[in-house]
């Protein structure tokens, strides 16, 4: 009899270890595809961010990853090119006519 009562709860212990592994690997691939979709919509070549270069998308998230950290100190960007001033970039536009 105890035997028996040990292999239920055995049984029944190891259907909700699969239940709970079942979801925690569920909510891993969800919050990877998540991850994946969100960094493609912001660097894809038709959000809002289309039309501009490579270098201004990189400062933008070098901008993003400090105002996350909330750092009072004046940005800087590691990148030579980049013209800043108080809080904002210079940039040199301007456009062809076809």
Not at 18 to 39: D, H, N, Q, Y
Not at 56 to 66: F, G, I
């Amino acid at each position: 009899m105890f035997e028996s009562s040990v292999r239920k709860e055995l049984a029944v212990s190891e259907s909700m270890s699969r239940k709970r592994l079942g979801f925690i690997l569920a909510l891993v691939i969800g919050l990877t595809i998540l991850t994946v979709s969100s960094a493609e919509a912001q660097t894809s070549k038709d959000g809002p961010m289309a039309k501009l270069t490579h270098s201004l998308v990189l400062l933008h998230e070098q901008y993003a990853a400090r105002q996350s950290q909330r750092n009072s100190a004046p940005f800087s960007s590691n990148d030579p090119l980049a013209t800043l001033v108080n809080d904002s970039v210079v940039v040199d536009a301007w456009r062809l006519e076809t």
